[in-house]
């Protein structure tokens, strides 16, 4: 069982930066692949960015590529997504979900999920 718990959720300005955490517990953290997904009022959720096992393989979205960044330290048990330049359309609720071992070819399979963090882009 790994228990997923994100933070660095806010309020900020159209073209600025937040970063988000994403802390998991357990010894195993570097056995499992990472995820990060997002969800706007009132529409589905959507993936935005996934990092291998060994921090090897990255993979995004297109509407966030060149934007975010996604990393991991298994020293820490911590996945980061770094969001730069900010839009009001990434306006949504940020969550990682967590998948040991290989990640799903369309990444939306994932065992685990936190509960999120709010993230609002004002235009």
């Known amino acids: 069982q790994v228990q997923l718990v994100e933070s660095g959720g806010g309020l900020v300005q159209a073209g600025g930066s937040l970063r988000l955490s994403c802390a998991a517990s357990?010894?195993?953290?570097?056995?499992?692949?990472m995820a990060w997904f997002r969800q706007a009022p009132g529409k589905e959720r959507e993936f935005v960015a996934a990092?291998?096992?060994?921090?090897?393989?990255?993979y995004y979205a297109d509407s966030v590529k060149g934007r975010f960044t996604i990393s991991r330290d298994n020293a820490k048990n911590t996945v980061y997504l770094q969001m730069n330049s900010l839009k009001p359309e990434d306006t949504a609720i940020y969550s990682c979900?967590?998948?040991?071992?290989?990640?799903?070819?369309?990444?939306?399979?994932?065992?685990?999920w936190g509960k999120g963090t709010l993230v609002t882009v004002s235009s």
């Open positions: 979900a967590a998948r040991i071992g290989a990640l799903p070819p369309d990444f939306y399979d994932m065992a685990y």
């Open positions: 357990g010894r195993t953290f570097s056995w499992y692949g």
């Open positions: 990092i291998s096992w060994s921090g090897g393989n990255t």
